[in-house]
């Protein structure tokens, strides 16, 4: 199986993914990092692993239908069977789902449905939630959306600073997505309506 990463940042889960590959917890082919800005640290880190790159951006095209497709006609080209969005901050069109039905994962920084969007982290912590974590889930076309794979909260401390939530939730992350690509990549998550059944650990 082949797949792409879409990164729009600086990619330490694209990192974890790359790691995981290396090391086997992810027995597929990582054979693309796309990317929607160019200077995104995730492509860096894509060209220093050795693994190939395609970055087009948004202002280059008239509609976002009309760059999705770019993107569809790249990935069919090259065999992608499947793609995993590690902070893509871009919504995809109903275009592109369509295209790659439940074959589309994407990682939050917070317990969906509770704030979606690109703050995830930042977001919980104003507002003053006492546990927050993360969520692996399949995407639709609505954003931070599509049935849940994965969750894992965890409990904000009295007084903790932003910065330390981040690098835990960060670190809880780069541990919960490699887990849950390969869950993925062996067939065991089976979509039933809104639920995701994990046939087996
Ligand atoms: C990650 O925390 C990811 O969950 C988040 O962007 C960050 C990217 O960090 N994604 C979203 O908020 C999606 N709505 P990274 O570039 O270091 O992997």
Do not use: W
């Not at 993360?134 to 049935?147: A, E, I, L, R």
């Not at 835990?168 to 690509?181: G, V």
């Amino acid at each position: 199986m082949k797949f792409a990463v879409f990164a729009s940042g600086f990619g330490s889960n694209l990192q974890a993914i790359i790691d995981a590959v290396k090391n086997g917890e992810i027995s597929a082919e990582l054979a693309l990092v796309f990317s929607n800005s160019r200077k995104a640290h995730a492509l860096k880190r894509a060209e220093e692993a050795g693994i190939p790159t395609l970055c087009l951006e948004a202002k280059d095209y008239l509609t976002p239908q009309s760059y999705d497709r770019d993107i569809v006609i790249y990935l069919k080209e090259h065999d992608i069977d499947f793609v995993v969005l590690a902070g893509y901050m871009k919504l995809l069109t109903p275009f592109f789902v369509k295209e790659f039905p439940d074959k589309v994962i994407n990682i939050h920084p917070s317990l969906l449905p509770s704030f979606k969007g690109i703050e995830g982290i930042k977001d919980a912590f104003t507002y003053g939630a006492k546990v927050t974590g993360v969520t692996v889930h399949f995407v639709d076309d609505k954003m931070d959306h599509g049935p849940i794979i994965m969750q894992e909260a965890l409990d904000v401390k009295e007084g903790e600073p932003l910065e330390s939530l981040e690098a835990r939730i960060h670190a809880i992350e780069h541990k919960m997505y490699p887990r849950a690509i390969q869950l993925f990549v062996k067939g065991k998550l089976k979509i039933q309506g809104r639920k995701v059944l994990v046939l087996e650990k």
